[in-house]
């Protein structure tokens, strides 16, 4: 493939991994700093009736559908006295794999990728896990990559929480 493509994967490689030490160390701030002002993230509810001509998904229903502007106001609120429904915090421990490049358009290439979340709640005995396939591009901007699109493929139907209150 080439020096270039090396080069390319590794600096997707290394972007995913800051990214998941950001949100492991609830530096949110610096997490939405990856992303681009047109952000689309992106988590679609999976669907379980017989889906044989669609992917499984619904396009209609998501446990997350944000942009810039909606990312912005939940890093303000996990970061306010008030947010109660993150006190006391979620530990997270995200382990990335599996990252594939696809096509380069321009600025923007296409990468896929694999997660697990281990989500710690207060003394609970067991963490909740969560797995899922990441189809994103990033996207040059300002001179460095920047997450433009999210679409995060949960491997299970039911979250197991009351609601979803971590990024994938």
């Keep these: 493939m080439g020096d270039d493509f090396d080069a390319l994967e590794r600096a997707c490689a290394r972007f995913y991994y ?3 030490e950001l949100l492991d160390r609830a530096e949110f701030p610096a997490w939405l700093a990856l992303m681009h002002p047109l ?4 988590v679609p509810v999976r669907t379980t009736r017989d889906n ?3 992917d499984g998904f619904s396009a209609r229903a998501f446990f997350m559908q944000e942009d810039h502007g909606s990312l912005s106001l939940r890093v303000q609120r996990l970061g306010s006295p008030y947010n109660w429904a993150e006190n006391p915090r979620t530990r997270t421990r995200r ?3 599996n990252v594939r490049l696809g ?3 321009g600025e923007d290439l296409r990468v896929d990728s694999n997660l697990v979340v281990f989500c710690h709640r207060a003394d609970a005995a067991a963490p909740l896990m969560l797995s899922c396939e990441r189809q994103d591009v990033l996207r040059r901007h300002e001179g460095r990559w920047t997450l433009a699109k999210r679409m995060a493929l ?8 009351e609601s979803l209150s971590v990024f994938l």
């Design 39 to 42: 952000i689309d993230y992106r």
């Design 154 to 161: 949960l491997d299970s139907t039911v979250l197991g929480h």
């Design 52 to 54: 044989r001509d669609g």
């Design 95 to 97: 382990i990335v794999g």
């Design 18 to 20: 800051r990214e998941a």
């Design 103 to 105: 096509a380069q358009e």
